[in-house]
């Protein structure tokens, strides 16, 4: 398999009130194309740093990031608002999709910073909003919409520039368990289909439909295991592998 | 091409937003909307009125110098009841002047005013108007080719070779004298003198000349040949107002030199002031006492377009500050839209905006509010300037207005400016917001 995404002993320092937190102490990680990983671990071990590296929202204090063939690691804001917008879809925990936007115009939004939005442009946008099953309400508002609803809409929004990765923080945090469970089985056709995702969760069950489950600890790696993923259909605790 | 698409998308975004939030956008503009509409409405009046003055200064010639006779102070006091004042220019300053200042002035008009009752012959009716004896050249010098509603004005075969008793009457004369008639050919007799004129001609209406100490109208005067004045009523005239009854001799009351033209400005200018100088030695010579004055409307001119200037500049620092404090409300609704949306800022960062296109969003919402605001500025201000002077016509009063195309481009363009200037900061503190933290924003 192609590696993707490639960081390279990854470190991050905050300062914070004069003292300097280390966030990440060393972080040495590749993830290879059609890849669905899972980060855990504790509140503060890290794996939100990372996350936010891996989406170039922010620069390491040291170490060295390959996304495709390209280092990012050095490169600039503007630079790295182009990577985000043609490389990198993003999932968040509440979603954040733009109220006053309706759902084909939140899905439309990477490609209006890519400057290519044209009719062609609304038709792909139009069908993605069909694939997650939002083709009735292409003209709602997100606050006329569901959690559940409101997250597809979001993993539209991160297919719409065709990503090298999808990268989602705790995807299902807000939604109950079937929402959540719906959410996870699509993000599981899409990974089935290709894409590459990565995904900060806390929950084990989860984690569970990941193929690879890397845990972190204090800024850096503890474990990082290849599992039997739950696949589309099983989507009952039993099968959960320890 | 991209950028435009961009604009365009942003432009519709912007308008979208505002659209959400009618009233604040509505009440952080209306700052620009007061700004704008005070600059076009001031602007307008001001510019009226001046141009008012100097239409009025202008119709007495900015190449003429106006010589005319003024009871000296101790005269005008003098308890005397039938002392007969003699003062003022005569004849023989005239000549002196044609001598004189014959390189220099193209032309004079002497002249000779006074106030007199006027009556048909036939009829009792009585008129309080003016006596004017003067020349042809009066209708030269005092623009009145088209002014003429019926009849003629004076010729040179009225005062060549012998003067004629004939008159041209103003449009009031003419109305109260003769109502529903047609003057020509009557005749009007001066009050306390024998003789009646015929009139030849009638003026139109005649706006008056405010722009002297005392406010001289027109439509009340019957003029007739200078040296029919002379040798068929001679030179006393008697004056029969209320508390005060006497007799004055003046031979002119006014002389009017029109200064050769030819040349430059600069050229015409010097001449001017040159002539005005001259007569004005000449005049301290031969008159002790001060029965005299000079008028040189070109001095009144330069002095009243200093005003206008003055005027500009006052209205210039009140249009910048009224359009100040708009941009200080417009500065303030964005700084707080920019922390009310922190995490939509951070949801588009993430998704791949660059810092310029955050920058390009709120600078043109900024700039839309503006925009829009001076549009409205604009119009309410034009409507106030065909609105007052309406609303003050029905009450008999007169506000001249006048709009100049530059003060609407002005005032427009000044308030997308105020939106660029008081837009870019709260934009850029959009722009640099971090986009971890935004997106951590509640």
């Not at chain 1, 439909?209 to 099983?234: N, Q």
């Not at chain 2, 604040?24 to 008012?52: H, K, N, W, Y």
């Not at chain 2, 030269?140 to 009225?158: P, S, W």
């Not at chain 2, 206008?308 to 249009?319: G, N, S, T, V």
Request: some cysteine; hydrophobic content about 40%; proline content about 4%.
């Amino acid at each position: 398999m192609r590696v993707i995404a490639r960081v390279e002993n990854l470190t991050k320092h905050y300062f914070l009130e004069g003292e300097v937190v280390k966030a990440l102490r060393g972080v040495t990680l590749s993830f290879e194309e059609g890849d669905f990983v899972a980060l855990m671990g504790p509140s503060g071990s890290g794996k939100s740093t990372l996350l936010n590296l891996l989406g170039c929202l922010d620069r390491p204090t040291s170490g060295r990031y390959f996304l495709g063939n390209q280092d990012v690691s050095t490169m600039s804001d503007d630079q790295l608002s182009e990577i985000r917008c043609r490389y990198i879809g993003f999932i968040f925990q509440s979603y954040n999709l733009i109220q006053q936007y309706t759902v084909v115009e939140n899905i439309e939004v990477p490609l209006l910073y890519q400057g290519r939005v044209d009719a062609s442009t609304r038709r792909r946008c139009i069908r993605l909003a069909e694939m997650v099953g939002l083709g009735e309400r292409l003209n709602h508002r997100p606050t006329q919409l569901s959690g559940g609803q409101q997250q597809r809409v979001a993993i539209a929004r991160a297919l719409v520039n065709d990503p090298h990765v999808i990268l989602a923080d705790e995807p299902t945090g807000n939604l109950d368990s079937k929402t959540s469970d719906e959410i996870m089985e699509l993000l599981c056709t899409l990974n089935e289909a290709g894409k590459t995702i990565i995904m900060v969760t806390h929950e084990n069950d989860i984690a569970a439909w990941a193929k690879r489950v890397v845990r972190m600890r204090d800024g850096k790696v503890e474990s990082d295991v290849r599992t039997a993923p739950l696949g589309i259909s099983g989507s009952s605790l039993a099968s959960v592998t320890p | 091409m991209i950028f435009l698409t961009k604009i365009r998308r942003t432009i519709s975004m912007a308008i979208r937003n505002l659209w959400l939030h009618k009233l604040r956008s509505f009440l952080s503009v209306l700052g620009i909307i007061i700004g704008t509409a005070a600059v076009i409405s001031l602007m307008a009046f001001g510019e009226g009125s001046m141009q008012d003055a100097l239409e009025d200064i202008k119709k007495q010639g900015l190449t003429n110098v106006i010589v005319t006779s003024v009871k000296p102070p101790e005269e005008a006091t003098s308890q005397r009841r039938s002392f007969v004042a003699n003062y003022g220019l005569t004849d023989d300053d005239h000549r002196r002047f044609v001598e004189t200042l014959k390189n220099l002035v193209t032309a004079t008009l002497p002249m000779r005013v006074f106030p007199a009752e006027l009556r048909p012959v036939t009829d009792s009716r009585l008129y309080n108007g003016r006596v004017v004896g003067t020349t042809p050249r009066h209708a030269i010098v005092y623009k009145l080719e088209n002014m003429i509603a019926a009849g003629r004005f004076l010729t040179e075969q009225d005062e060549e070779p012998i003067p004629r008793n004939v008159c041209v009457i103003g449009s009031e004369l003419a109305a109260e004298l003769f109502p529903g008639e047609d003057p020509i050919n009557k005749t009007i007799r001066i009050s306390g003198k024998d003789r009646a004129f015929v009139v030849v001609g009638v003026l139109k209406d005649r706006m008056p000349n405010t722009s002297g100490a005392e406010i001289e109208k027109y439509n009340g005067d019957m003029y007739i040949p200078l040296k029919a004045c002379r040798s068929l009523l001679g030179e006393i005239s008697f004056i029969r107002a209320t508390g005060a009854r006497g007799a004055e001799k003046v031979q002119l009351s006014q002389v009017v030199l029109t200064v050769d033209d030819s040349g430059d400005t600069d050229a015409v200018r010097d001449r001017v002031r040159g002539v005005a100088d001259i007569v004005r030695a000449q005049l301290s010579a031969t008159h002790p006492k001060k029965d005299w004055d000079i008028r040189i409307p070109l001095d009144r001119l330069e002095e009243a377009e200093r005003t206008r200037d003055r005027y500009r500049i006052l209205l210039a620092f009140i249009a910048g500050i009224s359009l100040l404090v708009g941009g200080i409300g417009i500065m303030n609704i964005m700084l707080a839209t920019v922390t009310e949306r922190t995490r939509e800022i951070g949801i588009r960062r993430a998704l791949g905006a660059k810092r310029s296109d955050i920058t390009l969003q709120f600078l043109l919402e900024a700039v839309v509010q503006t925009t829009l605001g001076g549009v409205i500025g604009v119009l309410v201000g034009l409507s106030m300037v065909f609105l007052v002077p309406y609303v003050a016509s029905q009450f008999n009063y007169r506000v001249p207005a006048a709009i100049h195309n530059w003060s609407i481009i002005l005032a427009f363009s000044v308030a997308v400016a105020v939106g660029v200037l008081f837009g870019w900061y709260p934009a850029r503190r959009a722009a640099c917001l971090d986009p971890i933290e935004a997106l951590r924003h509640e």
